[in-house]
């Protein structure tokens, strides 16, 4: 196993079930070897807190894909090797939202690991928050925007790969 999709979501609101930004980087035999970003017209109502934390709102969106045309383009990414997230229970539960909302069949299971889930058993005894992570490693952060999260989150993989961590044994799945 030696390519990673590694991604990351931000909202629009409380609910969880859209996107309004996606950032991917790809991992492929221990570096980094694409990075991608996309704002998702969600097609429903932001919350201020959701704003306020990543910046984004309706403006920000207003000619973005909504969330079916960006799949036709980001599938074969997701399709072509394991997914990775920090936090993966969240931005899991985000895409199976999406999948299903817009009634978009893909897979009934798919492979990911958990950076956060990684962390604790690498790395015990101190804060698996992003930040903390890459003041940690020393990695340039830009905290809730998609594209800085999803590359910290990869290249806190590469640490992990780094030090000799099995990511395979890490590797989960996570139904649809």
């Known amino acids: 196993m030696s390519r990673f ?14 996107m309004s930004a996606i950032g991917i980087s790809v991992v492929e035999d221990g570096a ?3 990075n991608y970003f996309s704002y998702v ?3 429903q109502s932001f919350d201020w807190f959701n704003t306020r934390l990543t910046g984004i709102d309706e403006y920000t969106v207003a000619d973005a894909p909504v969330f079916p045309q ?3 383009e980001i599938e074969p990414l997701f399709s072509s090797g394991t997914l990775v997230a920090h936090n993966a229970p969240f931005d899991m539960g985000v895409l199976k939202k999406c999948l299903y909302d817009y ?3 893909w897979k009934p299971t798919v492979h990911y690991c958990c950076t956060v889930q990684m962390g604790r058993c690498l790395l015990p005894g101190i804060s698996h928050k992003l930040d903390c992570l890459c003041d940690y490693y020393g990695i340039c952060l830009d905290h809730h925007k998609a594209d ?3 590359r910290a ?3 806190i ?3 992990y790969m780094e030090s000799g961590a099995d990511v395979e044994s890490f590797v989960r799945t996570y139904r649809l």
């Open 5 to 18: 999709i590694v991604f990351d979501v931000e909202t629009p609101n409380r609910y969880n079930n859209r």
């Open 32 to 34: 980094i070897v694409q």
């Open 41 to 43: 017209n969600p097609e």
């Open 70 to 72: 960006l799949w036709d």
């Open 103 to 105: 009634d978009i069949g």
């Open 148 to 150: 800085s999260d999803s």
């Open 153 to 155: 989150a990869a290249e």
């Open 157 to 159: 993989l590469l640490r």
